[in-house]
């Protein structure tokens, strides 16, 4: 499966963005697709992950009650709406999938998007 990531860009802080996941190959909804981020000299962090039932599952400490991660099996599209964005939400944004369910840790996942970048300027 390919993932392609976009909607990433430069926002001021309490803005918002979407990000969109599209995939290809396999059947999509039966995959578990999470987010991803990384911050410049960190590592790679888990953010939230949608599985093939719609079960939702987010990194409470960072981002619940601000992102909200969305299915579209119509359209093999996940999406991540960020809201209230902070300048600690500056990263490259990833999406992941892998077959069906929920997962945090990143060696979890089979196949990898590009990366999208998303700045948050005070």
């Known amino acids: 499966v390919q993932l392609v990531e976009s909607g990433g860009g430069l926002v001021q802080a309490g803005g918002s963005l979407r990000l969109s996941c599209a995939a290809s190959g396999r059947t999509f909804s039966t995959y578990a697709i999470g987010w991803f981020r990384q911050a410049p000299g960190k590592g790679r962090g888990f953010v939230a992950c949608v599985n093939w039932s719609g079960g939702i599952t987010y990194d409470s400490n960072s981002v619940k009650g601000r992102f909200t991660i969305s299915r579209d099996n119509a359209k093999n599209t996940v999406y991540l709406q960020m809201n209230s964005l902070k300048p600690e939400d500056t990263a490259v944004y990833y999406c992941?999938?892998?077959?069906?369910?929920?997962?945090?840790?990143?060696?979890?996942?089979?196949?990898w998007g590009q990366g999208t970048q998303v700045t948050v300027s005070s």
């Open positions: 992941a999938a892998r077959d069906y369910y929920t997962a945090r840790r990143e060696d979890e996942y089979d196949y």
